[in-house]
């Protein structure tokens, strides 16, 4: 990043990556010696959806929807490149690849640290994690990277739509059980929280801001003021994430190392490959990015709620989809930079 860039950015977006280790620290000290916080945070939970996190990642993708001019969801649909790469990458590719990669290592190549039973229910928490691609967060690794809002949104929107009829015969498949109850109360919910609630509060609010005070006011002095929020809202997410994990992340350092290992070469290798074909087929960064982004990413609150009604919540399954929310934000901010640092590869129009 050259210092042209980085005078343009923030105090918190300039140190990003000090502060994502700070919040991490402090929200895993939190859940080691103030669990009562934690604890109550906790209750405030509905249908397996976090409120406060639910919160958090609304007040994230709020000001990117205030940037959505609603007629360009129209043109964002005779764009099918980048479309084509996120469905292909999501459904056809990465729950099989999250499959064959989490079978390597946890079965074969860590089988001496890791008794056979357990493996097993590793692996299947982390096919939970690759049949469910991202539904919220993937607003903020667009924001963070100048997506196309709009494009982001029909992305989000036909993935949602997909999960309904693709997530449980892919889970039955890879996981060879037939009876797969899906958490529809939890999926429902989380579209509502992440995609309609943000959608509607954008577009009645860039409507009357526009009436009122004119687009020049909107984009210059109104949206600015968000600048924050996003990142803000980050780090808090990291700390409640971690304090909400503090106890099991001390408990079993190294079984959760272990498990993290294929799911971060899963993440790199899915969003390489959506992001290198998007660059193969000369899609516009601001589509080629979320695109890419969408795939890498997971929706975690479903893999979770899904793992705890399969297996219950002390299962190895359910501790492999919670470290996919642990290694989820560091990731995905990692692979921020990198697709920050390439916006060269990718045609201006």
Known sequence: MNRKQDAGLGFFEKYLSIWVIVCIILGIIIGKFLPSIPNFLNKLEYAHVSIPIAVLIWLMIYPMMLKIDFSSIVNATKQPRGLTVTLVTNWLIKPFTMFLIASLFIKVIFKPLIAADLANEYVAGAILLGAAPCTAMVFVWSHLTKGDPAYTLIQVAINDLIILFAFT????????????????????????LFVVIPFLAGYLTRNHIIKKHGLDYLNNRFIPKFKNITVGGLLLTLIIIFAFQGNI?????????????????????????????????????????????????????????VSISLFGLASGATLATVVGVLVEVPLMLSLVKIANKTTHWFPKN
Request: aromatic content about 14%; hydrophobic content about 65%.
């Open 169 to 192: 015969p892919i889970v039955a498949l890879l996981l060879g059980i037939s009876d797969i109850e899906v958490p529809y109360n939890t999926l429902f919910l989380s579209v509502v």
């Open 249 to 305: 992340i001390l408990e079993n350092p190294f079984h959760i190392l272990l498990i993290a290992i294929p799911l971060s070469l899963q993440t790199f290798f899915i969003f390489s490959l959506a992001y290198f074909w998007a660059k193969l087929w000369k899609i516009k960064h601001d589509i080629a990015a979320p695109a890419a982004m969408i795939g890498a990413s997971n929706f975690f609150e479903l893999a979770v709620a």
